[in-house]
């Protein structure tokens, strides 16, 4: 990697390789029109003003999951009739933010979001479409902090709930049901646990269109993980496999439609955070280095033990190394980026690349021991 190119910039700071991004939305689409899948991407996961453009750019929906997001996503272009809005904690303003929007359809959580949902469009006199999200109860064997889809998680609607709510979308006349909403974790690897998804979402459809309930729209929510080990060698993650077992599972009749909410796998790979080395303690039994980057600009290893592959851009002689401690400059312990990392001799002012860090990154920045917010660079 050439640093030369950074060196009119203050580190730390986020740099988006904007051709992996638009080569990685292309794979996506072409893959996902296969079979004429919908493909919302979930604003959460980046929601950078020129990130949220070139994914608009492409023809995508959007996924949101605040009303902020929802206002976010309207203001970079996305169209009305692509936003989807879902979230356990819906406020009214956000609600009433949405309707005004005209989104295309609010992902319900709860029996009484139902009610109030019902209730405020009943105020500005009109219908709400909606999907209830259901809780399949499938583990997604990923990190039990990114794990969504189980009983004991607080999202969607439980399988015993369903009859009343059923009963609920009879006497509520402001709200109309479409479809079924299912996602069941993040960074999710193995796709045997989409196959499960598969298969409980068949059922629960078919529960459905029993009780005389049309499902419309299929959304089975997001979650394909992406290789935080190998970046370079998988820099876009397998969408052909992904897109082509929902086909096979997926019992799909012709009225109906099958939509997506992809966060990490679009915009993981093409984002890194490059900072610089401030100090490196030598110690008995491990070095740090002690970076300008801390858990205030990435989150993820301090909030869930995240794995991110660390790079030094500066010294790139691998013939020489030694184990490092990668920490930041912030006053937790928790601040650490890896633990035990092989690096080249590393040294004050040397460029240290953390890689993967487009998705539930700089969206997770944070003020605290009052940093400050630093540029963003975009690149070829
Ligand atoms: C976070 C989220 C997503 C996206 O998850 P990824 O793992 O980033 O693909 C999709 N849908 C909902 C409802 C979410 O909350």
Redesign the pocket.
Known sequence: MDITKYQHLQTPFYTYNMDLLNKTLEVCKAEANKYNFHV?Y?L??NANNEILKAIQAKGFGA?C?SGNEVLAAVKNGFSNDKIVF??VGKSDKEINDALDADIFCF?VESKQELEILNELAQEKNKIASIAL?INPNVNAHTHHY?T?GLEENK?GINHWEILDVIKLLGVYKNIKLIGL?F?I????TDLNVFRSLCIKVNEYVNMFEEQKQAIRIINV?????IDYVNPDEHAIPNFEAYFKLFHQFLEIKNYQEVHF??????VAQCGTLISKVLYIKEGLQTNFAILDAGMTELLRPALYQAYHKIENLSNTNTSEKKKYDVVGPICESSDCFGKAIDLPITKRGDYIAIRSAG??GEVMRSGYNLREANQVNYEN
């Not at 974790?185 to 999710?188: C, N, P, T, V």
């Not at 929510?221 to 993980?225: A, D, I, N, T």
């Open positions: 919302h979930a959460k996961a996924d999951v879902a979230g992902n999200r990114i969504t999202f909403h996602h974790g993040s960074q999710i929510g997001g979650g394909l993980g909410e992809l966060g990490r796998a679009l998705a539930y």
